[in-house]
């Protein structure tokens, strides 16, 4: 088998011009969102809980399908979806948390 060392350059540049393409558009679309002064903390946050929410219901029905024997739904899309959400959520107590705490020290302040 002979390989082509200038072709399989070229498409090697390809594939890095690729990646370098969408890692600037998603930098672009991280500034927008911190550049953004109107972003109200409670939209971001809803976001994030909906955004947990979806990964939940995204892993029971992945759960579901593989326990009727679903020949689609493989056994690790399925541990891996149950891993993000569990990750997801467990974040997402760690912050409500820490957000708890914060209001307890601001009450605590005396005026």
Same mark, same amino acid.
């Given at each position: *088998?002979? +390989? !082509?060392?200038?072709?399989?350059? %070229? &498409? ?9 393409? @969408? ?23 809803? *976001?994030? +809980? !909906?955004?947990?929410?979806?990964? %939940? &219901? ?9 326990? @009727? ?25 760690? +912050? ?16």
């Amino acid at each position: *088998m002979k +390989v !082509d060392a200038n072709a399989a350059y %070229q &498409q090697w540049r390809e594939l890095t011009t690729q990646s370098a393409n @969408l890692d600037q558009a998603q930098n672009n679309n991280a500034l927008k969102v911190e550049n953004s002064a109107n972003a109200d903390f409670s939209n971001l946050l809803k *976001m994030a +809980v !909906d955004n947990v929410n979806e990964l %939940q &219901q995204t892993s029971g029905d992945l759960k579901t399908r593989m326990e @009727l024997g679903d020949p689609n739904v493989t056994l690790e899309q399925t541990m891996i979806a149950s891993q993000k959400a569990s990750i997801a959520f467990e974040a997402t107590v760690q +912050v409500r948390n820490k957000m708890v705490e914060a209001y307890k020290e601001i009450m605590s302040m005396p005026v």
